[in-house]
């Protein structure tokens, strides 16, 4: 049963790029959130998606936008890219809404120069 | 809003001593709290969690006790191993059909022959 999977695992941007990470839930799950982790910091919620709508949202410009297909995989964009969006993106999947269980991929490491 | 804060690492400790590593949150209504560990290279993997005032987690002799009269969680184990040595996450989720987590900043646990 294969967890979460996300591509690409590492991706490098110049600023005012737009870049687009992906991610696979784990086998059965059907929602699927996404957050930042800063180097040293915890990772910060950004959205989530159910039933290919988005769900709840943190506080994140509007430059961060997802979609969630009919299979539940999701992408998620960043426009115009900043020195500031070097981060560990992370994707999350649960089966459901509201639930403890929610399974973390591996992360895709943005780097910005 | 909702808050986590943790203990600020790293925390060095030799290989079978005493373990705390204090969190405290702040939440309306009735959040479950998490410990999440991220080892070097992995993913964040959930460790215990309690979903309800009183309750102890517990996992990989790992406990954690819910304490809602002083809004906290902290994380203890008995006898530290080399192989405990990771970054360690406090969460909460709040309850209804959320499934945001809200992460504190991680605490680094270095343990030693």
């Known amino acids: 049963d294969a967890g979460v999977t996300q591509s690409p695992t590492h991706l490098i941007k110049t600023r005012g790029q737009q870049v687009t990470l992906r991610c696979s839930p784990k086998?059965?799950?059907?929602?699927v959130s996404w957050y930042q982790q800063a180097l040293g910091q915890g990772p910060q919620f950004i959205f989530q998606y159910y039933e290919e709508e988005e769900r709840q949202r943190g506080n994140f410009p509007d430059r961060f936008s997802g979609h969630q297909f009919p299979n539940y995989s999701s992408e998620l964009n960043v426009n115009a890219l900043l020195l500031g969006d070097s981060a560990l993106y992370l994707c999350v999947s649960s089966l459901g809404l509201g639930r403890d269980e929610q399974f973390f991929g591996p992360g895709t490491r943005l780097t910005v120069l | 809003g909702d808050s986590v804060t943790q203990m600020e690492g790293p925390v060095t400790l030799s290989e079978e001593a005493f373990l705390t590593i204090n969190c405290t949150y702040t939440a309306t209504g009735y959040p479950s709290l998490f410990w999440y560990v991220q080892y070097p290279g992995e993913g964040l993997q959930l460790l215990l969690k309690?979903?309800?005032?009183?309750d102890k987690g517990s996992n990989k002799g790992f406990e954690a006790t819910y304490r809602k009269e002083t809004t906290s969680f902290h994380l203890e184990k008995g006898s530290v191993q080399v192989s405990d040595s990771a970054v360690y996450f406090c969460a909460l989720r709040n309850t209804g059909t959320a499934s945001k987590l809200t992460f504190g900043t991680g605490t680094r646990l270095q343990v030693t022959l």
């Open positions: 086998s059965g799950h059907d929602t």
């Open positions: 309690a979903t309800k005032a009183d």
